[in-house]
């Protein structure tokens, strides 16, 4: 009787034993395909990484091979017939949201020269920069302008009045601008020029470098430096 009680005891702890195995198997099953999905949910986000880096490398290649072309001086290479110039010393540095202004004359080897047709020329902000970006707004995403961009050429001159950049330079690479003042409109002067007629493409851009705008102006920090009539920059103060 003993020894049948005892078999049967033995074959329940069996019973429970494997019971128990059933169960960790079960769950290191579930546990392993877990794995796995994980696993391939990481090589799938390896692989995309793997494409996105192989466009960006074509990209990178694309660019190395391709001549990256400075608009600026693509400006200086062109070849015009006239060209705009200052007609006096601008001085340096501006103020943020401080009024100045800008004069210029139409120049033909040295001399002013007088158009008939009306010519709208318009002020652009870039960076100082290898591959120089055109600024149109502010590190608040407000315009970088107030007051007056564009300005009409009559008879040889042309001012900018009123300017006013809502920036300061130091916020940009190398901690300066390059200003642009460029013929847009030439009020539709199309094939045979009339006496006194230019067109806008005939006339070089006036490009100001190293133009720096500060925050404030203060009386006892202000040492001005210029930028003369002949583009040339006076050294400015360290």
Partial sequence: MNQQKILISTKQDLWN???????????????????????????????????????????????????????????LKHQYQYELKLSEDLELPCYRNRIFSIRFNLMYQDQIVINANKIIVELEIWTYDEQPKKLSHNNQGESIYKGCQQAFIREGQGRLNKIQIKEVSSHFPRGQFVLVIVPVNDHGVIGNQKLGEIKKEQIKPLVLNEFVVKAKRFSNRHIPYFIKKDGTVTMKPI
């Fill in 17 to 75: 034993l494997q019971n128990q195995v059933s169960y960790q198997i079960e769950d290191n099953c579930h546990f392993l395909k877990l794995i796995d999905e994980t696993n391939q949910k990481v090589i799938e986000k390896l692989i995309k990484q793997q494409e996105k880096l192989q466009i960006l490398i074509t990209k990178l290649d694309y660019f190395q091979i391709q001549p990256q072309v400075n608009y600026l001086d693509q400006i």
